[in-house]
């Protein structure tokens, strides 16, 4: 997986390679590790490599191995795996309510047709309007909330993903 290099200091492409490599690689190794890095930032210009630019680096033979004991890593990981969590027990949440929302939603229809087999509606025709307006409502708020938890889920999704894009950077 490809990692990154932010520049410290203005320099070049041997610099860079100074920086990255280890300082036993073969020739051609370096070589190609420069090829490699190149290839991955082909908007970036070699010749002067300004602080505060960020070089992607990719996968290849020869570069330094990152530090496990990586601070800001170990930082990122536990922010990550905060929001993560976090974002779990959202979904959990808003999972348990859709389930609440649509067991007392089957409990009121049932209701709504008890109601209707009375016969009383027929003999009021408002309150057969008023019972199947409440059906209709009950109906459309139950596409409503399945829709925003799909929207949640989706989200939490997308949300992930780019947190975990975001690790990749650091």
Do not use: C
């Amino acid at each position: 997986m490809p990692n990154v290099f932010v520049a410290q200091d203005r320099i070049n492409l041997e610099g860079l390679g100074d920086a990255l490599l280890l300082s036993r690689v073969s020739a051609k190794n370096r070589q190609h590790a420069l090829l490699e890095i190149q290839r991955a930032n082909p908007g970036l210009h070699f010749d002067r490599i300004d602080p505060g630019t960020v070089v992607v680096v990719p996968s290849v033979e020869g570069l330094r191995a990152r530090s496990t004991e990586d601070p800001i890593g170990v930082a990122a990981d536990d922010q990550i795996q905060r929001l993560t969590d976090g974002l779990d027990g959202l979904t959990a949440a808003a999972e348990q309510g859709e389930g609440d929302r649509k067991a007392e939603t089957t409990r009121q229809l049932a209701a709504l047709d008890e109601f209707l087999a009375t016969g009383v509606p027929n003999q009021v025709p408002e309150l057969a309007q008023i019972a199947d307006s409440a059906r209709s409502t009950l109906k459309r708020d139950a596409t409503a909330g399945r829709v925003q938890l799909n929207s949640l889920r989706a989200a939490r999704d997308t949300w992930l993903e780019q947190l975990a894009q975001l690790r990749w950077l650091l």
